[in-house]
């Protein structure tokens, strides 16, 4: 008789971690991940995804002169190397 009861809280149990894995975890981890998430994007409003737009919508973001990494003509001149053995 005990055996046989063992075997059944052994089963129950593992029904039990059955169901929450399958029901209650995903749940769980869904609503703290979007708690996660939304104090990131308080915090560091600067990396805030760009909001979803329509299909066909177009924009256009103007990439200044100062952003281009062009090399000064002051920063230095070109001297040939060659290897001595």
Sequence with gaps: MGLLRFLFILL?????LRVFT???LPFILRFSLRRFQKK????NPHIRPDA??????????K???DEKQQVPPDI???IDYEEIK
Excluded: C, K, N, W
């Excluded at 990131?40 to 915090?43: L, T």
């Design 12 to 16: 129950l149990i593992y029904l039990l």
């Design 22 to 24: 399958a029901v209650i």
């Design 40 to 43: 990131f994007y308080e915090q």
């Design 52 to 61: 979803p737009r329509e299909e066909g919508e177009v924009t256009i973001h």
């Design 63 to 65: 990439v200044s002169d």
């Design 76 to 78: 230095g001149e070109y």
